[in-house]
């Protein structure tokens, strides 16, 4: 399962490099870099021991650096409907975020994944059965990247702290299923205290690329939230399938408890997304992991799909005195399936940040009063809906797995 | 060659989270942080090419860093009795240190095995028959970690360094050995000169995490020994098996020439192992390499492996004025060899570093007159025994090769 | 196509560790230090897909670092005549730079091959008969470096930058080709704006170690030149082959324009290199990339090569004040080509460098009316020839492709 996908992207920003005199109406308050980029490229490992028993280690290096992503062992019983996986993998949250990004619908997923939990290392407990399915894990630190494995060393090291856990039960049921529809409802929950590996110790920020990893600008940012004692998250996600027809639906709740009678914090939002094969290609669904898989393509030619998601995030809680901003986003995307192991994706975006979404006070988000461009959302004269930055983006990619 | 190892650690420090106001009888002086980590998640690729010659090149991306590992090129004759190797892999000294981690009896090796050389760049003949083995090589610089590899670069481009080199051989005698049992002396020897690849030109240091990897303490650090001439290491094994039953030892001696009339500087220790297996399985013993190699199953069900290790290190010179600190430890393990790909080893440890072992300088190693906690190792009034943190360990990890 | 290739090389500077109080006649003006290297550690994931389409991803960990190389799609026409690359590869510019480093006859590229573009994010189309080859594509980042990355990442991010591009295109013509013999006549071109993968933003800086990976030292060095708006590259190829001789020779020259009424600069240089087998062996030609390919090796005991490179860079552009270094690289070598996978080589190389080759003011390049050693060109009392670090060098490698 080794892949790569080349990704580029052009953002209608109105700024014309040779003329940066004057911002008009039509420029965003921030000129966007066009680029093109390797999202991924991974390598993976995989074998079936034993018959019971699989392992798999897969990395990614793009940006020429090295991170582990899945790192697994997972014992399945015979019957096929029970395994156990200790290792590096991602917790039982969310039916996006622990879709293979092969197979999920769009470049980049939805605003909200931020929020759930992704890899770390763990133990977990599965439990399908064709009606439903049932997921269970205690989790530890992520292992994903230079930094945070330097942290949660140096955590250990110079102050002796334990690394911290988190417990993550996902259920799911799906009154209708059969080969060729599926209605599939699910909730998660996930309990979780700060871990080593965190830059700021007991410190959570949470920040978001706005659906692009080429713009790098994180207009999204909560900035650090101080004194954490832990933090609660949980969703609801309902989806489901009929031939060449899909839906899919998440909300997530994520709730902060902090210590020293500092307030707590609540963040939230949610996507909808709705798909179309137009040829005579169908939807899959996976049982044992509760998502959708692969399309089935419906001639030698390939298929072609065209989707639609709305996104909302909100990272503000103004009772709280966090301002990290919120946003709608509205994404319309083609994928040209070649064939199994080839993907071509065509997105085009719409981002509507609010005046909060100052990337933590670096970006400009409106005028003052005397018409200057201002970073500072108290300042902004825009009216509602006209302050933080609004525009579109296209981006395209080039996937291949195998 | 492929693996991966998960490893959880909990330490008996006595430390309570929520109450650490009093420090009491049955605590350390400093608190341990408990943890879970990746230990190895590696990749190899090798191949049999033109049956003489024989490649590999093997990567290390735990913690989510590069290293690389055994990266060599090897030309044997058809008779199979020689061979010369070239390239990056261990040199030929320390029974323990050269078995691969895939099949050394406990989570970590022994606490000397910090003296053994490890891979380095260079050349080396084997030449092997039944009674004995002879192993001869000329080694330079390391490249198993980005840093290393930049203060060699450093060196050559600033101040045109030669890299250094050392001469190690090894010499393995089996007076018996056959299918059952063997019995193995060894001794090998190794002239070192400083490489450029040290943080500090000419300087040497040793230092050693305590048995464990998770906690990241290294009680044990003599800090940088300046002006060193080269260094020579001599050591002695001795080991054998019968059946189900195996012992193994070796003693290291390491001594330290340094210019500009500095004392030499004297560092040794010892370590010894049994190990039994509780079922119909047996002890194997590689002959080609001089070390033990896979245990035999008893059954389909896999063999239980019981082994118990001491361990002793001296880094203490007084005579050279160096205080790196001394330990004891003792190692009771269990390993489940489930099959050929997995295993499941429990370790408990005992430690119990001397008033010396402070981390030079950074951790406390007992009171003073005042009942304060110090990190003076001449201010502890603790008597013999009673200074330095001593304390229990209990280690898990799941190991899989594929 | 995993590869590893272990170098080492020795540099007569005259200089000896002991005795470095006086410099005589036959020393250098800075020492150079001997020593050993991974030169590649490289592992490649290849695959073709459906007849028509060719994966491949490539990754290299020498160093100890990570690099993405090759990481491409390829889609071929059924007449093979004609194809399409998307990713990150070689851009359509140089022969030398092109043939991978496996093939390449010496241990290091040419001086020149620094001018040539090497890998980038693009898109590629190539068509290719019998007696000519049209390489046409457009360029945009490097992402083969973890700071080449960072530093685009941050452009983006900071400054909302676009990321520049290249149109790049190569033309070969071959009057003669059969499988005896070949003549190869090649141009290419390519403008280039600066890309914001840069360190400092539209700054160009062309410099090279001196036909060695092992002595760090880059005597030629333009350092940063400045105010860039765009530069033009082209080449001119001849080269041939018969039975069991060849030659190989380009020219290229760089322009670089200039903003701010700054002086454009102009730098260029040329090798010429013949090879002659001495076995029954023969050179064979790559018609799809226009270049040599594996020698054919004339019996089963392998084949010996001799070669000699003539190499010619010049680094200076008085008129634009730009004092970067000339150099002349004389390089004689011998390739044992034992089998497909294994390859030994050793060159002796002889440099011969100008005043102005002074590492951007950091390494001696002669002597000052005193007599003390001086790093200002200006100051250089030597005669023309006599001026610069002149030395030669002698480099094994062992080099395994499997």
Request: aromatic share 18%; charged share 25%.
């Given at each position: 399962d080794n892949r790569v996908y080349f990704d580029g992207g052009i953002f209608?920003?109105?700024?014309d490099k040779d003329d940066v005199v004057g911002v008009d109406e039509n420029t965003t308050f921030n000129p966007i870099g066009n680029g093109a980029t390797i999202r991924r490229a991974r390598i993976a490992m995989k074998v079936v021991m034993h018959k019971n028993w699989y392992g798999e280690i897969d990395f990614d290096f793009s940006g020429s650096a090295t991170e582990i992503k899945d790192a697994y062992i997972k014992y399945t019983n015979d019957a096929r409907d029970f395994n156990v996986k200790a290792g590096h993998f991602r917790e039982g949250f969310s039916m996006e975020t622990t879709t293979t990004s092969r197979y999920v619908t769009f470049i980049e997923r939805s605003l909200?994944?931020?929020?759930a939990p992704s890899r770390h290392l763990g133990l977990q407990v599965n439990y399908m059965k064709d009606k439903y399915l049932l997921v269970g894990g205690v989790h530890f630190n992520e292992q994903g990247g230079f930094e945070e494995v330097e942290f949660s060393q140096d955590a250990n090291k110079d102050n002796g702290t334990d690394e911290g856990y988190s417990f993550t039960g996902r259920a799911v049921f799906r009154p209708i299923i059969d080969n060729e529809k599926v209605i599939h409802i699910g909730a998660a929950a996930s309990y979780r205290t700060p871990k080593t590996h965190l830059e700021v110790p007991n410190s959570y920020r949470f920040s978001t690329r706005?659906?692009?990893?080429?713009?790098?600008?994180?207009?999204?940012d909560t900035d650090d939230i101080s004194n954490v004692d832990n933090n609660t998250l949980w969703n609801v996600e309902l989806a489901g399938a009929y031939k060449n027809m899909m839906f899919q639906s998440e909300y997530i709740n994520n709730d902060i408890k902090r210590l020293d009678d500092l307030s707590d914090v609540n963040l939230n939002g949610f996507y909808a997304q709705v798909g179309y094969l137009l040829g005579d290609g169908k939807y899959n669904y996976n049982k044992n992991e509760g998502e959708f898989t692969q399309v089935s393509r419906g001639s030698e030619k390939g298929e072609l799909e065209v989707a639609f998601r709305f996104d909302y995030i909100d990272l503000n809680d103004e009772k709280a005195g966090v301002y990290g901003g919120s946003a709608n986003g509205y994404t319309l995307g083609f994928n040209y399936h070649?064939?199994?192991n080839i993907k071509l994706v065509l997105d085009y975006s719409y981002l509507d940040h609010d005046r909060y979404a100052n990337g933590k006070g670096k970006l400009y988000v409106g005028h003052d009063v005397n018409g200057d461009l201002t970073k500072d959302p108290r300042e902004v004269v825009e009216a509602k809906g006209k302050a933080g930055d609004d525009y579109g983006q296209l981006q395209m990619r080039i996937e291949i797995d195998f």
């Open positions: 209608f920003d109105g700024w909200i994944s931020k929020f706005s659906i692009s990893n080429v713009n790098r600008k994180k207009y999204l070649i064939n199994s």
